[in-house]
């Protein structure tokens, strides 16, 4: 008898509640950006950019489930993670001035959302990108047979 934690039903789960993360950090930067009016740095647009095919990545493994599906993800996941991991030291200031990525339009250190007083856009999208790649990596492990 296969235990609970090997099953494709907690595959299928765990790749599921991945494309879910991807789908609402999808949505919440498209509002921020096309609702709001808020004009994306290079950095935000680069994270875009790993996070946006994630929610059809993610959805082509599900129906039919592939598991698969991880090899695909996970690589774009760990690139926005870093991404947003670059992006959040260089908010907080830890990056020096010389290294800044962002010569023209929005600086990258430029904060125009901030919630409770320590949320920010890139704190969301490190913590968006580290679930998603959390749950990639549970699903490789618990999966493997």
């Known amino acids: 008898m296969m235990s609970f934690e090997q099953s494709p039903d907690r595959c299928w789960f765990w790749i599921f509640l991945a494309w ?47 598991r698969r599906v991880v090899r695909y993800a996970l690589p774009l996941a760990v690139v926005g993670c870093l991404l947003a991991a670059f992006h959040l030291a260089l908010v907080a200031g830890w990056i020096p001035e010389a290294i800044k990525p962002c010569q023209q339009g929005v600086p990258c250190s430029n904060t125009p959302v901030v919630w409770f007083g320590f949320v920010t856009i890139p704190l969301l999208s490190l913590l968006s990108f580290s679930i998603i790649c959390g749950l990639l990596l549970a699903t490789s492990r618990k999966g493997a047979k």
């Not at 009016?37 to 059809?56: D, K, S």
């Open 20 to 66: 879910l993360v991807a789908m609402v950090s999808t949505l919440g930067a498209l509002f921020l950006g096309e609702v709001m009016g808020y004009t994306p740095c290079v950095l935000c647009w680069y994270q875009r950019i790993a996070m946006f095919p994630l929610t059809l990545i993610l959805a082509a493994g599900l129906f039919p489930f592939d």
